[in-house]
C-alpha cells in the first residue's frame, strides 16, 4: 500500500509508467558499467558503492520502480564520470609535462643540419635549439648563449642566462638566442624524465591514508545495505528501504583521498617539489623536526678562498699548489673553491696520483715519495702529523683547513660559504609552525655557530662525520620524534634514508633525485614550509570529506529511514554531496 501511496504522490509513476520498458532498457544498458564493476569488486571480494548501487537498481526493478531504477544509474554514471575528469585533470600536470617535451630536433651530422627523431639521438650528438624552442636533451651548451628558462624543472619561471660550458635541461625553454648543445642524456635518462617518471609511480603508491580510506568506504557501503535491510525489516516499506541504500555514497571517501592526493603531487611538482609517494605528504603532516645539512642546504655550497697562511718555510703559492693538485682530483665544494683561487692566481698544481677521499675528514694524495694531506685536524691527527701552534688560530667563523707535505703541516687554506638569502626566513617559518630545528655539518666549530646564529636554528652540531650524522637521526628517531631531514646528497644519503622523510636538494645531481623521498629542483629551503603547508591542506581535505561522507550518510539514512526521502531525493542527494567533496579535493590542484 505504502508504496502505491507514494508514488501516486509524487507523480512520478504516472508519468512514467508508459515508458516501463525504455525505463527498463535504460537501466540495463546505461547501468552496465556499474554492474561490470559490481561483477569483479564482488569477483574479488570487495564490496564498493557499485554493490549497493546494483542492489538498489534491482530491488526498484523487483518492486516495480522503474524510473528510479533509471534515475539511480543515470546519477552514478555521471558522478562517476565526473570523478574521472576531475582525477584525469590532476594527473594533467604529469601528462602535460611528458608532451612539451620536443620529439623531432635540428643535429649537425657531418656538417648539415638535419631533422631528426629525439629518441635517435646519441651522447655528443650536437643538437641545436632556436629561441622559443624548448631544449630537447640534457647536455652542455658548446656554442652560443641563450635565456633559458627552467621552470619545468625547477618551478621557476625568472629565466637564467646560459652560455658555453653551462648545462641546460631537457623541457626547458629557450627564451631567446640560438644555441648549440652536445647531448648527455636523452628520455628517460634525463632529469626531467626522472621527474615525470617519479611522479607517475608517486601515484601508484597507496599511502596508509589511503588504506583507510578505502577501508572507511567499504564500512559506509556496508553500513548502507544493513540500514536498508533494518528498514525493510522494521518498515516493510520498500521504497525508504530502497531510499537509504541510495541515499548513502561512499564516493568523498573513495575517490576524494586519491583525487586529493594526486592533485596535491602534481601542484608541488609544479612548483619544483617531486614528492616521492601520497605517503611521504602524510609523513609531512606528523613531523616535529627538521633536520638541515649546512653546507649547500643553508648555505651557498660555494665556498670561496678568503685567507691562505703559510709556515715552515713554504710560501703561500706553494700551499695553494700543493693543495690544488690533491684537490684536483676531489668535487668537494672546498676542493673547487681551492682550485678556483689557484686558477685565478696561475698556480700551477703539480702532477698527483693515487688519491684517496676521507669523508669527513679531506683528501690525501701521493706521488713518487711525496705526500699531501689536505684537510681537518681529524685528518692530521688520524696520519700521525703533528699540528703546530700557529696553524691552529684560524680566522673566525671560517672553515679553516691543514695542508700536510711530506708528514708536515706547512699552511692553511681558510674559507668562507655564505648563507643562502632564502634560509634564514625559511627557517624562521618552520620554527613558527612549532618545528625543532637542527643543523648538522662536519665543518668546524666556530663557522658553524656563526652560521647557525645568523640563521637562528634552535641547535647545532658540528665536527660530525657523515656516519654521526646518521646516528644523530636515529637518535632523535628512538627519542620518538618524527625527523625530516635535508641534504644536498653529497654524503647525506644515508641519513637521508634514516629520517623518517628524506629531502634531497639540488636538480641534476642522481644521489639526491634517487635517494630522497622527495626532491627539491631549487636549492630553496622555504619549499620545505610551502610543502608542510601543502601536505596540510591535503590532509584536512581528507579529513573534511571522511566526516562530510559519515555525517551526511548519517543524516540521510535517518531521513530515508522515516520516510521523507524518496528515491529520486535520495540519489540527488548522493550525487550532490560526491559532487561537493570531488570539488572540495580538487581544490587542492590550484
Ligand atoms: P658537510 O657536513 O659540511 O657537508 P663534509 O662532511 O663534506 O662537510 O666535510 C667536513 C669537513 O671535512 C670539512 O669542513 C673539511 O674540514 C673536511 N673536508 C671534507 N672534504 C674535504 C676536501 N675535499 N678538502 C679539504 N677538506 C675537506
Ligand atoms: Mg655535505
Not at 55 to 73: E, M, P, T
Not at 174 to 180: Q, R, T
Not at 386 to 397: A, L, Y
Not at 541 to 560: E, H, K, P, Q, R
Amino acid at each position: 500500500m505504502g508504496l502505491a501511496a507514494l508514488w501516486s504522490l509524487s507523480g512520478l509513476w504516472r508519468q512514467f509508467i508508459q515508458f516501463d520498458v525504455i525505463a527498463l532498457a535504460a537501466t540495463l544498458v546505461g547501468g552496465y558499467p556499474i554492474y561490470k564493476e559490481t561483477y569483479t569488486s564482488l569477483k574479488q571480494k570487495h564490496i564498493n558503492m557499485e554493490v549497493s548501487m546494483t542492489i538498489a537498481i534491482i530491488a526498484s526493478l523487483i518492486v516495480g520502480a522503474f524510473s528510479a531504477a533509471v534515475v539511480i544509474s543515470f546519477f552514478v554514471i555521471l558522478a562517476e564520470l565526473i570523478e574521472s575528469y576531475a582525477l584525469d585533470k590532476a594527473r594533467d600536470t604529469v601528462t602535460r609535462l611528458e608532451n612539451i617535451t620536443p620529439k623531432k630536433t635540428l643535429v649537425k651530422r657531418h656538417g648539415e643540419e638535419v631533422t631528426v627523431d629525439v629518441q635517435s639521438l646519441e651522447e655528443n650528438d650536437i643538437v641545436i635549439v632556436r629561441d622559443g624552442e624548448r631544449i630537447p636533451v640534457d647536455g652542455i651548451i658548446t656554442r652560443g648563449t641563450a635565456v633559458v628558462n627552467q621552470s619545468s624543472i625547477t618551478g621557476e619561471s625568472i629565466p637564467t642566462d646560459k652560455t658555453e660550458s653551462d648545462r641546460v635541461y631537457a623541457g626547458s625553454i629557450n627564451e631567446s638566442g640560438v644555441i648549440e648543445v652536445r647531448t648527455e642524456k636523452i628520455g628517460t635518462e634525463t632529469v626531467f624524465g626522472k621527474i615525470i617518471k617519479l611522479v607517475e609511480e608517486a601515484e601508484s603508491k597507496k599511502s596508509p591514508i589511503q588504506k583507510i580510506s578505502d577501508k572507511l568506504a567499504t564500512r559506509l557501503v556496508v553500513f548502507a545495505i544493513l540500514s536498508s535491510i533494518v528498514t525493510l525489516l522494521i518498515t516493510r516499506n520498500p521504497i525508504s528501504s530502497i531510499s537509504v541504500i541510495i541515499v548513502a555514497g561512499s564516493c568523498g571517501v573513495a575517490a576524494g583521498t586519491p583525487l586529493a592526493i594526486v592533485a596535491t603531487i602534481g601542484r608541488a611538482a609544479k612548483k619544483g617539489v617531486i614528492v616521492k609517494g601520497g605517503i611521504y605528504l602524510e609523513e609531512m603532516t606528523r613531523i616535529d623536526t627538521v633536520v638541515i645539512d649546512k653546507t649547500g642546504t643553508i648555505t651557498l655550497g660555494e665556498p670561496t678562498v678568503t685567507k691562505v697562511r703559510a709556515f715552515n718555510g713554504s710560501t703561500e703559492s706553494e700551499v695553494l699548489s700543493y693543495a690544488a693538485s690533491v684537490e684536483g682530483h676531489s668535487n668537494h665544494p672546498i676542493s673547487r673553491a681551492i682550485m678556483r683561487k689557484a686558477a685565478e692566481l696561475n698556480i700551477r698544481p703539480l702532477q698527483h696520483s693515487q688519491f684517496t677521499y676521507s669523508p669527513g675528514r679531506g683528501v690525501i694524495s701521493e706521488y713518487g715519495g711525496e705526500r699531501i694531506l689536505v684537510g681537518n685536524i681529524r685528518l692530521m691527527i688520524e696520519n700521525n702529523i703533528p699540528i703546530p701552534v700557529e696553524s691552529q688560530d684560524s680566522p673566525q667563523g671560517t672553515t679553516t683547513i691543514l695542508v700536510a707535505h711530506n708528514n708536515t703541516i706547512c699552511g692553511t687554506i681558510s674559507l668562507v660559504d655564505d648563507v643562502r638569502d632564502i634560509s634564514r626566513n625559511a627557517i624562521a617559518r618552520l620554527k613558527k609552525m612549532g618545528l625543532n630545528t637542527i643543523m648538522l655539518t662536519g665543518d668546524n666549530e666556530t663557522a658553524t655557530k656563526l652560521i647557525g646564529e645568523k640563521v637562528g636554528v634552535d641547535e647545532f652540531y658540528a665536527d660530525l662525520l657523515p656516519q654521526d650524522k646518521v646516528l644523530k637521526i636515529e637518535q632523535l628517531v628512538t627519542q620518538g620524534h618524527r625527523v625530516v631531514m635535508v641534504g644536498d646528497g653529497v654524503n647525506d644519503a644515508p641519513a637521508l634514508a634514516r629520517a623518517n622523510v628524506g629531502i634531497g636538494m639540488g636538480a641534476g645531481t642522481d644521489v639526491a633525485v634517487e635517494e630522497a623521498d622527495i626532491v627539491l629542483m631549487t636549492n630553496d629551503l622555504e619549499k620545505i614550509p610551502d610543502l608542510l603547508d601543502l601536505s596540510k591542506s591535503a590532509y584536512w581535505t581528507i579529513m573534511g570529506n571522511f566526516y562530510g561522507t559519515i555525517s551526511i550518510d548519517a543524516i540521510g539514512v535517518a531521513l530515508a529511514f522515516l520516510g521523507f526521502l524518496n528515491p529520486l531525493v535520495a540519489a540527488l542527494i548522493h550525487t550532490g554531496s560526491e559532487l561537493a567533496f570531488i570539488a572540495n579535493s580538487a581544490r587542492l590542484m590550484r
